[in-house]
């Protein structure tokens, strides 16, 4: 399993605050070199020091339980599978389109609109099982990026660009993330994007799309919302923003019911 030790977990949520190790030591009261020898793995914090740290760097629920490992910080197949068997029949009883990733944005399940809107069938779609949302955007037969209106892409791109470095900004040191932005960053667009500040500070409630569909050009809320049962786990479902739109996915939904 592609785990980070606990030293090198705190190196990453430290620097995300741009937070000395000087600093954090003093406002968490510890002895000068102690966060220094955390991060290198020379010793293991007390579940005091642990405590103390979290709370100095503010984390997010889901922040804690990965630093401590409450939950694996990437699901293995066999988790994988319980939560695709508890959500399947959710998701694929939607009424907008729909899917599921987990939190480094790779896609296991997904309903028939969201496979219509996107111009791709099952099969094709099964081939994609476990690739994250930015290779499909970027990397795949699916052409989506060719389905966004021209004027929009630049603003998409980007949107969806903020959205994957606040997922996977604590996971940048495995080398899962590292080979996958490694290839991403071969796109000129991706690339740009990327090498930009990013607009986004906090969870992404939503987020805009536009995606070309026939003589329409469909107007979209993406929602996301964590999986209560697993937090790694990311329910994305697509809201229609005009009537439009509405008609659209009404019309889908029933071609495909």
Known sequence: MDELPLGRKIYVLREDRSLSQTKLEVEAGLSFGTLSRIENGNINPTKETIIKIAQVLDLHDD????????????PDESEIERVVGMVSKEIKNERIPAYLIDSKLRVWDWNRMILKIIGTDESTAEKY???????????????????????????IIKQQVDTYKYFSNKYRNESFTNSEIRALLKDDSFRDAWKTESELKYFPLKNEFYLKYGKHTLNIDII????????RFIIVKYYPKDSSTLKVFEKIRNNVS
Do not use: H
């Open 63 to 74: 922040e804690f339980n990965y630093l401590i490992s409450l939950q694996k910080s990437s």
């Open 129 to 155: 099982r476990g690739y994250s949302c930015m290779r499909l955007l970027f990397f795949s037969e699916l052409n989506i990026r060719n389905r966004i209106p021209i004027d929009k892409l630049g603003r």
């Open 224 to 231: 996301i919302n964590r999986f209560t049962s697993d937090q």
